[in-house]
């Protein structure tokens, strides 16, 4: 390979990254600004711990890939973190933002949590649906000291 397309090469890749960073600049933004409200009170919603909770929220996708038994063994196992007491701001990921291009739109929030039984951290994935969010994902896992 040539220098002059070694370069041609190295600076479509360049352009492609300066891309990315402004769109998924763009996409956190206008996400942080619509669902992170939506996302927090799903969290709240959902840290009581109740089936019909948790359904309400979630994607076709995830519902899909859950029966009512594994359902209530995700929920008895979250809830040995007892109520959500505090979230500490939502972190939006611009990877998986970036990913997104090459999907289905998936856009990804972090957090750390305070629950009644201790901290935690979470990890939320969500799909727009028209004006609304489901969750298509999400983990909570306890923070070690």
């Excluded at 927090?40 to 711990?49: A, K, P, R, V």
């Excluded at 909770?53 to 209530?72: F, P, R, V």
């Excluded at 979470?122 to 306890?142: A, C, D």
């Amino acid at each position: 390979m040539n220098t002059a397309n070694l370069r041609i090469i190295t600076l479509f890749f360049l352009i492609l990254c300066i891309g990315l960073y402004f769109y998924t600049n763009e996409q956190k933004k206008y996400y942080d600004a619509v669902a992170i409200p939506i996302a927090t009170n799903m969290l709240n919603d959902i840290s009581l711990w109740e089936k019909p909770a948790l359904k309400k929220h979630l994607s076709a996708e995830a519902q899909q890939t859950l029966n009512d038994q594994q359902l209530g063994t995700l929920l008895d196992h979250y809830r040995q973190f007892g109520q959500l007491q505090s979230l500490e701001p939502l972190q939006f990921s611009q990877l998986a933002s970036a990913l997104a291009l090459l999907g289905e739109k998936r856009i990804n929030y972090q957090t750390e949590a305070t629950f009644s039984e201790g901290r935690a951290h979470i990890n939320l994935t969500l799909i727009p649906k028209g004006e609304q969010f489901k969750i298509y994902n999400f983990s909570i896992n306890p923070i070690s000291h």
